[in-house]
C-alpha cells in the first residue's frame, strides 16, 4: 500500500530564509506531484516529477525526486509572505489513487 | 478557461438530512474524482469516474453515499443520511487524456460542508 509522509507539518519560517520540506513514500512510484493550497481555495498544482533525478524550479520553489530514496524535497528559497500556503505532496504509482500527504502549513514572517 | 466548478460553496445542515454536491469539469476533461479533505489532511480520493463509468469507488461509503456521472460530464455526490462525521470539504478534480501521461489533475474549490 503507497503511503506518503511530509514533513514538517507545520513551519513558521523568517522572509529571506531558505527551508525544505521533505516527502516521503513507501513504494515505488511513478509520479510525484507538489500541491499549493491557500485557505479556502482550490488546490494549484506546482510540480509533476516524472523521473529520478528530475529537478524543476518555479520562482522561489524548486522541487525534486529521488527515486532510489523514495524521496522528494521542496526546497524554498528566500521566502516570502505570498509563500505562506499548505503544501502537499502526492505519489501514484500504476493505477492506484492519488494518495496525499498530510501537508506541510508554511508561515512565512517578518 | 474555465476551471473546474463546484457548488455549492458551502452547506450546513443537520444530521440525517440529505445533502448533494455539483461538479462541472473542466471542458473535454474525461476524468473526474471526488475527494474528501478533512481539517488538516490530505485530499482522498472517494471516486473516480472515466467517462460516465465508475472506475474506482472503492472508498466510497456506499451505504451512505452515492454518485452519477450521467453524460460524461457534470457529477454529483450525494450523502443520505449525513452524519456528524461527514463534516469535512469535498473537493472535485478534473484531467484529460490529453495530459494522461503524467496524470495532472486539475481541482475545483471544494464544497465546505457542516453537519450539526
Known amino acids: 500500500e503507497l503511503k506518503v509522509e511530509q514533513n514538517p507539518l507545520f513551519l513558521s519560517m523568517q522572509e529571506g530564509k531558505n527551508y525544505t520540506i521533505y516527502c516521503n513514500y513507501s513504494?515505488?512510484?511513478?509520479?510525484l506531484y507538489w500541491y499549493r493550497q491557500d485557505p479556502g481555495k482550490s488546490l494549484e498544482s506546482l510540480f509533476v516529477?516524472?523521473?529520478?533525478?528530475a529537478v524543476k524550479q518555479e520562482g522561489r520553489l524548486m522541487a525534486s525526486l529521488d527515486t532510489k530514496a523514495r524521496l522528494s524535497t521542496l526546497h524554498i528559497t528566500a521566502a516570502v509572505h505570498d509563500l505562506s500556503a499548505t503544501y502537499f505532496c502526492?505519489?501514484?504509482?500504476?493505477?492506484?489513487?492519488?494518495?496525499f500527504g498530510k501537508g506541510t502549513r508554511l508561515s512565512v514572517i517578518a | 478557461e474555465a476551471g473546474v466548478v463546484q457548488s455549492p460553496r458551502y452547506k450546513i445542515i443537520e444530521k440525517k438530512q440529505p445533502v448533494a454536491f455539483w461538479c462541472n469539469p473542466i471542458?473535454?476533461?474525461?476524468?473526474l474524482y471526488w475527494y474528501l479533505q478533512n481539517l488538516g489532511q490530505g485530499p482522498e480520493l472517494l471516486i473516480r469516474?472515466?467517462?460516465?463509468?465508475?472506475?474506482?469507488d472503492s472508498q466510497l461509503p456506499k451505504d451512505r453515499f452515492s454518485a452519477e456521472r450521467l453524460k460524461g460530464v457534470d457529477s454529483t455526490l450525494k450523502i443520505q443520511p449525513a452524519e456528524l462525521g461527514d463534516s469535512a470539504v469535498y473537493l472535485c478534480?478534473?484531467?484529460?487524456?490529453?495530459?494522461?501521461?503524467?496524470?495532472?489533475?486539475?481541482f475545483g474549490p471544494g464544497t465546505r460542508l457542516t453537519v450539526l
Open positions: 516529477l516524472l523521473s529520478n533525478g
Open positions: 471542458s473535454g476533461h474525461n476524468t
Open positions: 502526492a505519489a501514484v504509482s500504476g493505477n492506484t489513487p492519488l494518495v
Open positions: 478534480a478534473s484531467s484529460s487524456r490529453l495530459s494522461s501521461f503524467n496524470n495532472e489533475q486539475f
Open positions: 469516474y472515466e467517462n460516465e463509468e465508475a472506475v474506482d
Open positions: 513504494t515505488t512510484s511513478d509520479r
